[in-house]
T-cell receptor, first 114, second 114 residues
Framework: AQSVAQPEDQVNVAEGNPLTVKCTYS??????LFWYVQYPNRGLQFLLK????DNLVKGSYGFEAEFNKSQTSFHLKKPSALVSDSALYFC????????????WGLGTSLAVNP | DGGITQSPKYLFRKEGQNVTLSCEQN?????MYWYRQDPGQGLRLIYY???????QKGDIAEGYSVSREKKESFPLTVTSAQKNPTAFYLC?????????????FGPGTRLTVL
């Protein structure tokens, strides 16, 4: 079965420290992977995506993610967290086959403490 | 939230009533999507449309209906057949239905059934 997992419901990190939000996937074929962020009572905003090429992808607001094919992971990272990074983060992967829609993770709530 | 608008922001409905949620985009995107978001369940696809006058059911289409008569508009009707309609509804669009293109989201409509 094709799926995406975000193993941590919540991540807490101190401001200025590095942050990691984890994502693992299971999909047949080459995966297309995405990260989105959602602030309270708002729509989702696109952060970055991996389609092909360099395994390290840089995105908006200083975020980056590393595609690891052997570990089927696509963890989101930022070298120095800001309080304003506190939000809900979603990982998504393309579903292979005729229905090429996104499979979404359940989300990870990031809390950055001052 | 880009060039996608959703209205209203908050909507209250009595049981047994149909209600229509508006979604408009000025991004000239071909593809549009409706998602439902419930706490702890991530995003679930209701309907999507890859081109005007065409749409397909997503994972949870029962009790919902859509139309795509214009490129910029993709309204969602929540019918009385939807047993648990209270949720946060998100509309999105992408350049086309090719799933390596990111989706742009509207600000959402929170529907509450009284």
């Amino acid at each position: 079965a094709q799926s995406v997992a975000q193993p941590e419901d919540q991540v807490n990190v101190a401001e200025g420290n590095p942050l990691t939000v984890k994502c693992t996937y299971s999909v047949s074929g080459n995966p297309y992977l995405f990260w989105y962020v959602q602030y309270p009572n708002r729509g989702l905003q696109f952060l970055l995506k991996y389609i092909t090429g360099d395994n390290l992808v840089k995105g908006s607001y200083g975020f980056e993610a590393e595609f690891n094919k052997s570990q089927t992971s696509f963890h989101l990272k930022k070298p120095s967290a800001l309080v304003s990074d506190s939000a809900l983060y979603f990982c998504a992967v393309r579903r292979a086959g005729n229905n090429r829609k996104l499979i979404w993770g359940l989300g990870t709530s990031l809390a950055v403490n001052p | 939230d880009g060039g996608i608008t959703q209205s209203p922001k908050y909507l209250f409905r009595k049981e047994g009533q149909n209600v229509t949620l508006s979604c408009e985009q000025n991004l000239n995107h071909d593809a549009m999507y409706w998602y439902r978001q419930d706490p702890g369940q991530g995003l679930r696809l209701i309907y999507y449309s890859q081109i005007v006058n065409d749409f397909q059911k997503g994972d949870i289409a029962e009790g919902y209906s859509v139309s795509r008569e214009k490129k910029e508009s993709f309204p969602l009707t929540v019918t009385s057949a939807q047993k648990n309609p209270t949720a946060f509804y998100l509309c999105a669009s992408s350049i086309d239905g090719t799933s390596f293109n990111e989706q742009f989201f509207g600000p959402g409509t929170r529907l509450t059934v009284l």
